[in-house]
């Protein structure tokens, strides 16, 4: 079954969302995308669903529930239905199979696991978007999200919640001494961990201690060096891991892993939030740490740095003058009742004023291009949202989409390979070797 551009064979779990902090300052971003109340897809009149009732299920629970509530009781107001919130956990696919099996599936579901939506849609589960709820869509997102959301040509889901994998998050007060300044490229990147290195701390920080951080760095120098395509069928194994775009990608990152200058050592020892710590801990040694929006959530547990204050973040960057790319992941939701209450909600997800309803209260970055950004909380979380809204290229984090015995094993694999390439990195042509045998191995071809 096609998906188009990706073909997806593994779901990717849902990342840690921005907190809602009140932020003063960011390292780069631009303003908002519209005015309050001017969005640009809300329904011109809506339905009257009074006497209709919705079952929706998502993973959130908390915080993220209420606010999600918040949107569905929009919803409600506007249309008169009556909407029922459950959680599923972590366990999407075995409460959902389930429901299904016994007849009573939600309405509405919200999966983090593309994956699972595919299989809905294999399996006859999956409702196809109606003309409005298509329309809404095709209006508010860039064609990656709608491409992300087609199986076989036609399209199934709405992307309401989405990540940003491509941050590179700093320590500001070690910049700022160092004399060191946001990256225009990547050697200016190097340039500037060296600028940070010769202030006396190590340029960045990398804890890869289980290998998944590793393939993350991949991942953004691949789909920045590769494009798109490329992208598309290394994670199908459509090309071999020995194809000379992977070299390329391997070659760039040997010039920052193999640097003892910029690399703070003990790197394949190191925890990843050990990495956020030895940036934004209480005594800091590094300046930069590579990672996720969810680095948020370490840096405001390790409680000795401010996020939007001293850290700040800026978008991985660019390699050989590639367009601004995002590596990402999210929640889409999916139809599983042909009733009309159904189809009028993912209209009404589709639409910027749904999400709008969330962003306000944090948490929520949208993938939605017609939300007004100017409502985002604070900088930082505006940053996020509008690197994923303007990027070029946006692809879903690689290793989450390859078979689990490649792509999501402790000490096998994607994950202990490039460990091993972080531990001895100029030997490319081994390491891609070892990853083209262990591809094809669980590939099975």
Request: include cysteine; proline fraction near 5%; charged fraction near 15%.
């Amino acid at each position: 079954m096609n998906r188009s551009p990706l073909r997806f064979r593994r779901g990717l779990l849902a990342l840690g969302a921005v907190a809602a902090l009140v932020l003063t300052s960011c390292g780069s971003g631009g303003g908002g995308a519209g005015s309050p109340g001017e969005s640009a897809s809300a329904p011109a009149e809506s339905a009257d669903l009074s006497g209709v009732t919705l079952q929706v299920s998502a993973s959130w629970s908390g915080t993220e529930q209420a606010n999600f509530e918040k949107v569905l009781g929009l919803f409600e107001e506007q249309t008169g239905a009556t909407v029922t919130y459950t959680s599923f956990g972590d366990n999407a696919s075995t409460v959902l199979g389930t429901q299904i099996e016994g007849g009573n599936p939600p309405d509405v579901a919200l999966l983090s696991q593309p994956a699972l939506l595919e299989q809905f849609v294999a399996d006859k589960h999956a409702q196809p978007l109606s003309d409005q709820a298509l329309a809404a869509v095709q209006q508010n997102y860039a064609q990656d999200w709608v491409d992300l959301g087609t199986v076989d040509g036609t399209t199934y889901g709405v992307w309401f919640k989405a990540s940003n994998k491509s941050t590179v998050w700093y320590n500001a007060d070690i910049y700022n001494e160092a004399g060191a300044t946001t990256p225009t490229d990547w050697n200016d990147f190097l340039a500037q961990l060296q600028t940070v290195s010769d202030a006396g701390y190590a340029g960045i920080s990398i804890g890869a201690d289980s290998g998944w951080p590793l393939t993350d760095w991949f991942e953004n120098v691949y789909l920045r060096t590769a494009g798109g395509e490329k992208y598309d069928q290394l994670t199908q194994h459509e090309i071999p891991w020995t194809d000379p775009s992977v070299e390329e990608a391997l070659t760039v990152l040997a010039e920052l892993w193999g640097n003892d200058q910029l690399v703070q050592q003990g790197a394949a020892q190191r925890t990843f939030p050990e990495s956020v710590t030895e940036v934004f801990g209480a005594n800091p040694k590094a300046g930069t740490v590579f990672e996720g929006d969810f680095v948020t959530s370490n840096i405001a547990e390790d409680g000795n740095s401010t996020v939007g204050g001293n850290a700040l973040f800026y978008d991985f960057p660019s390699v050989n003058g590639s367009e601004p790319a995002v590596v990402s992941g999210g929640d889409v939701a999916v139809a599983l009742t042909d009733n009309k209450g159904a189809a009028e909600l993912m209209t009404f997800l589709a639409s910027p004023e749904a999400a709008e309803a969330w962003v306000p209260a944090g948490g929520l970055t949208s993938p939605n291009k017609s939300v007004d950004t100017s409502l985002y909380p604070d900088d930082v979380s505006r940053q996020i949202a509008e690197a994923v809204v303007g990027a070029q290229t946006l692809r879903f984090d690689m290793s989450d989409l390859t078979p689990t015995a490649f792509g999501g094993t402790q000490g096998q694999g994607f994950w202990q390979i490039m460990i091993d390439f972080l531990q001895n990195p100029d030997d490319v042509s081994g390491t891609q070797e070892a990853l083209e045998k262990a591809a094809a191995a669980a590939y099975g071809n």
